[in-house]
């Protein structure tokens, strides 16, 4: 990451902690937008010797998403990478599913990620950079309940296609990666014999840890994907493949 700076969305815990931490192993600088409180990870990434920094935000406000960009830049002094990884499910089947339970999904998931991307690009179109978009393998074979965030997390895949050939020749890479069943709070909600199930289903036979997925984040947005770009890596355990 050779003091690359980093905005991880979500990275005050779960998937987001963990790319956080695993890029400053790897000599980048972070910057975390969350609505917890993010200052336990970036202690931990400034006992590794990195700089860190903690912006409160909600991805889904635009205005307040332009201002935590600007503040990175001005602490900073440079914006290489974004992951848009921050993401909520406000599971029920569609005929219970409020109006308000789509929309909240839909607004931190999907418009979250629109709002990031657009208030980080002026600052990469400097020179150049990478977005990693965190989708889920739900938003590609769908599932029960979910209509509302695999409805998100598919309209994320569109969005990095469409945005990795609009920037491409600016020399910004976009991907996505489309995790499936990974040890985090928002899987440790679901009842154990949903979670008895899932494993059941998978090649693997074990739940992701956040770190699995880190490492594809850490690949897709260093100069080991450099001919990488509008791609989708399922990190599933081969649940979907
Ligand atoms: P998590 O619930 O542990 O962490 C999500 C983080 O996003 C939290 O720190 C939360 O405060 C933050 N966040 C939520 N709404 C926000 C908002 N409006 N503004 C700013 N920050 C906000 O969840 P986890 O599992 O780490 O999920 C991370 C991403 O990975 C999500 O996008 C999720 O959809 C995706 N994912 C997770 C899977 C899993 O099995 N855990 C599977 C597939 C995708």
């Known amino acids: 990451m050779n003091g690359k700076v980093t905005i991880i969305t979500g990275g005050a815990k779960g998937i987001g902690r963990a790319?956080?931490?695993?890029?400053?192993?790897?000599?980048?600088?972070?910057?975390?937008?969350?609505?917890?409180?993010?200052?336990?990870?970036?202690a931990t990434i400034k006992k590794m010797g990195r700089n860190a920094m903690y912006v409160c935000v909600d991805v889904s406000d635009f205005k307040l998403v332009e201002d935590a960009v600007?503040?990175?830049?001005?602490?900073?002094?440079?914006?290489?990478?974004?992951?848009?990884?921050?993401?909520?499910?406000?599971?029920?089947?569609?005929?219970?599913m409020k109006e308000e339970e789509w929309d909240k999904v839909i607004a931190v998931n999907l418009k979250g990620v629109y709002n990031c991307t657009k208030a980080v690009l002026k600052y990469m179109l400097k020179n150049g950079g990478s977005i990693v978009n965190v989708s889920s393998i739900t938003g590609i074979m769908g599932n029960i309940g979910?209509?509302?965030?695999?409805?998100?997390?598919?309209?994320?895949?569109g969005f990095t296609k469409s945005i990795a050939k609009e920037y491409a020749e600016r020399g910004i890479k976009v991907n996505a990666v489309a995790p499936g069943f990974i040890k985090t709070d928002m899987t440790e909600a679901l009842n154990?014999?949903?979670?008895?199930?899932?494993?059941?289903?998978?090649?693997?036979?074990?739940?992701?840890?956040?770190?699995?997925?880190?490492?594809?984040?850490?690949?897709?947005?260093?100069?080991?994907s450099s001919y990488i770009t509008g791609e989708v890596i399922n990190v599933s355990g081969g649940l979907y493949m």
């Open 19 to 42: 790319i956080a931490v695993f890029l400053a192993e790897k000599g980048g600088d972070i910057a975390i937008f969350d609505m917890v409180d993010g200052s336990e990870t970036v």
């Open 192 to 224: 154990d014999k949903i979670k008895e199930e899932m494993i059941k289903m998978i090649p693997l036979k074990r739940p992701g840890e956040p770190e699995e997925v880190a490492k594809v984040v850490y690949f897709l947005l260093s100069d080991y």
């Open 146 to 157: 979910q209509s509302n965030y695999a409805a998100s997390k598919a309209g994320i895949i």
């Open 70 to 96: 600007e503040s990175v830049y001005k602490e900073m002094g440079r914006i290489d990478n974004l992951v848009n990884n921050a993401g909520i499910t406000l599971d029920r089947l569609l005929l219970r």
